[in-house]
């Protein structure tokens, strides 16, 4: 089997080698402050005793996942604790999968590049219903899609690359639809800090055993090098969880699992305000530009990202690479996320210097 390197790779590898200074709006490392008690955790894990420094229980510590239980109103027994929302996601999709309920796996379009990857990766095939312009996912269009062959739909909310947040008629919508066809609903909410519309609604809101849901510390914390994920499961599908996470991992880290309970338990709700105002401030900053400019572009309502078009000038990664040679700004290319961007560029706002980088691209395209 073939496997398909992301797009994300090939631009960050051409950016790093490029003459002259590029900014980085490819990639969501977040430019912020972790917050305190994360650092505070670190350096306390530091000094503790010999046995400490060995193997975590593999579905992560006790108290993490008791932490996680509590605040997203679970079992401690659904959740395990995995190596970022990646691993989350491909635990889910997995268990979806091997249920042979069917191969096809609803994902839409535009899509984050990996739900496809890893849908090649473990046998399924994919089957994408495409969002409106502002990237709503209308759940008629997917119960349309869906069939007895589908085992898993697969949405993220707030969206990447988009920037939509899907409001609770849609989920609860969804979850009606895979319980309708016997298939899980997989909904990866890595962004759910950064919901700038005040409309974000969990999976979790709605009771049903056809639906898991993924999440990380990743971009909350601001610890995307941390790898510190986790996924809910309904109670029957964990134990299967559970053994393909050892399989493939043994375990996580226990310095960064401790230093994220430590985190938890000691921030206070103004970090992730701050957070989300510092976006705000950003998208107002880039869209204004790229409004100057002529550009066409999104307005995020959710996560930290903007879609822009220019005119004549498609979202291609050869496209990319010119923009980083000739303006010194690195995003990503429309097509990476499927058929129906592809005349559109991403643009990560994780960086300081955002009203720079759309200075330089007005000035490229005015």
């Known amino acids: ?80 604790v995995t190596n970022g929302a990646g691993e989350a996601n491909y635990l889910a999709m997995a268990r979806a999968l091997e249920r042979d309920r069917g191969e096809d796996v609803i994902l839409t379009d535009p899509v984050y590049p990996y739900y496809p990857g890893k849908t090649t990766m473990l046998g399924g095939t994919q089957q994408f219903v495409a969002t409106d312009d502002e990237g709503q996912l209308d759940p008629a269009d997917v119960r349309a ?50 919901d700038l519309s005040g409309e974000f609604a969990s999976a979790l809101s709605v009771d049903s055993e056809h639906r898991i849901v993924t999440n990380a510390f990743s971009k909350s914390l601001a610890i995307t090098g941390f790898r510190v994920g986790y996924a809910i499961f309904p109670p029957e599908f964990v134990e299967n969880a559970r053994s393909r996470h050892m399989l493939v991992n043994v ?86 996320f499927g058929d129906s961007r592809t005349e559109w560029l991403r643009f990560a706002l994780v960086t300081p210097r955002v009203e720079e980088a759309a200075e330089r691209l007005a000035t490229r395209f005015v």
Request: glycine share 6%; hydrophobic share 40%.
């Open 251 to 336: 375990a996580g880290s226990r310095p960064s699992q401790y230093a994220v309970l430590n985190a938890l338990r000691e921030t206070d709700p103004d970090y992730y305000e701050r957070n989300r105002e510092l976006l705000r401030e950003r998208v107002d900053a880039f869209t204004d530009a790229l409004e100057e400019a002529g550009a066409e572009y999104t307005t995020p309502k959710g996560a930290f990202y903007v879609m822009a078009r220019f005119e004549g000038y498609p979202g291609t990664l050869e496209n990319v690479f010119e923009l980083i040679d000739e303006a010194g700004v690195a995003g990503m290319p429309g097509e990476a």
């Open 1 to 80: 089997m073939e496997y398909e390197t992301p797009l994300f790779f090939q631009v960050m590898k051409y950016a790093s080698r490029a003459d002259g200074d590029v900014i980085d709006m490819v990639s969501g490392n977040p430019d912020w402050e972790p917050p305190e008690a994360l650092r505070d955790g670190l350096h306390e894990y530091a000094d503790l005793e010999p046995a400490a420094f060995q193997y975590p229980p593999s579905d992560g510590l006790l108290e993490l996942r008791e932490e996680i239980a509590a605040r997203r109103g679970v079992e401690t027994e659904q959740v395990v």
């Open 145 to 194: 899609a869906a069939s007895d062959e589908t085992a898993a739909i697969v949405v993220n909310s707030p969206n990447n690359p988009t920037g939509a947040v899907y409001p609770a008629e849609t989920v609860r919508e969804l979850v009606a639809i895979a319980e309708e066809y016997d298939a899980l609903l997989i909904s990866d909410e890595v962004y759910d800090h950064f």
